[in-house]
Structure formats: structure tokens, C-alpha cells
């Protein structure tokens, strides 16, 4: 009998070895089954190969793939806003917007979240801890997003790419700068000679 990985298969800020024995020598993360892991490290090679027909979106596993369609097939929808999402989960966490509901409060500066992962992640402001560790040049960092930024200074990826011209770049922020150049929208003026700049 296959056992499949589910969301509640990751593990993000723990290391506990005894109920989750499979590592991923990539990033840390730890999981309870081989499948799991098994699963994961197809998000360290790249390859997606399911696609969406729908939005275009690509996936390194069936999983994956099939909890996305979730979000097209309107299983999930907020009844408040109308929006999708692709498990009961996550439309529960979404359902606490409407409701201003937050009942996870940082012991440290009392700020609250609507969800558990998000203090987790906040926590790490005050312990200082980072346990996101580039494989490439050692640098660390407190969210898994800083770290798959992190990685396309080393993978030379530009995912914003613009869509006036065949510019691309690692950063969205690089991507709105550069679009004041088909813009000309230039709100720096030089204080001298009243030239202005993008």
C-alpha cells in the first residue's frame, strides 16, 4: 500500500527526528514518509510536469496538481467573497479575514495571526533562529521564501518578465521599476536643473 504525502506530511520550524525520520538534504525540511520526501524533491529539480489548462501554472508532482484543481472546480468557495481555494483548510484560514477572527498570539509582543504558521514564522523574529540554509553559499534565512529568492541569485532564474519588451528579472520589484520605462513616469527631479528620472 502507497502511503501519500499530505500538507500535514511537512514539518516547517520543528525537527522532530523521531515522527518525521526522512530529511531532505536540500533545505531540512523533515517528513514522516519516504513518499513525502520523495515528493518534495521534485520541487529541488525543476522539473514541472503537470500543467493547468486553466491558468497556465505547472507542477513538479500529481499532488500538487490535483489540489490546485481544487481552486478551478469552486469545491472550496468562500461564500463571503466568492473566492476558491484548493482545500477545506485553507478556505477555514481564509474565512478568519471575514470574521477578524485571530487566535494565534505571539508570547513575546502579543501580536496575533490567523494562522499557526504564520506566528511560527514571526517567532523567528524574536529567537533569531534561521532555519532555511542555502546549499550553494551557506547564508541562512528565517522564511523558506527568503531562501527560493535567495536561490535565483545562483539559478540566474527571472520569472517577472515584462510583458512590452523581452526583458526579465529575478525580482518583482526590478519588474515595476523597469516598467516606468514604458511608462515615462519619472517622479525623481533633480533639485539643481529640474531633470527628471525613472
Not at 28 to 33: G, I, N, S
Not at 48 to 55: A, N, R
Not at 92 to 114: D, L, W, Y
Request: with cysteine.
Amino acid at each position: 500500500m502507497k502511503i501519500e504525502a499530505d500538507s500535514n506530511d511537512i514539518t516547517e520550524g520543528t525537527h522532530d527526528d523521531k515522527t518525521r525520520p526522512y530529511l531532505c538534504t536540500v533545505c531540512d525540511k523533515r517528513f514522516r514518509y519516504r513518499s513525502g520526501l520523495h515528493c518534495h524533491k521534485q520541487t529541488h529539480s525543476g522539473d514541472k510536469l503537470y500543467s493547468c489548462t486553466q491558468c497556465q501554472k505547472r507542477f513538479s508532482n500529481q499532488q500538487s496538481f490535483s489540489k490546485h484543481m481544487n481552486a478551478h472546480s469552486s469545491k472550496y468557495k468562500c461564500t463571503e467573497c466568492g473566492r476558491c481555494f484548493d482545500s477545506n483548510q485553507h478556505l477555514r484560514q481564509h474565512r478568519r479575514i471575514h470574521t477578524g477572527e485571530k487566535p494565534f498570539e505571539c508570547s513575546v509582543c502579543s501580536k496575533q495571526f490567523t494562522r499557526d504558521g504564520n506566528l511560527v514564522k514571526h517567532s523567528r523574529i524574536h529567537s533569531g533562529e534561521k532555519p532555511y540554509k542555502c546549499h550553494m553559499c551557506n547564508k541562512a534565512f528565517n522564511w523558506s521564501e527568503s531562501l527560493n529568492r535567495h536561490m535565483r541569485v545562483h539559478t540566474g532564474d527571472k520569472p517577472y518578465k515584462c510583458p512590452l519588451c523581452d526583458k526579465a528579472f529575478n525580482w518583482s520589484e526590478n519588474l515595476n521599476r523597469h516598467m516606468t520605462v514604458h511608462t515615462a513616469d519619472k517622479p525623481y527631479k533633480c533639485s539643481l536643473c529640474d531633470k527628471t528620472f525613472s
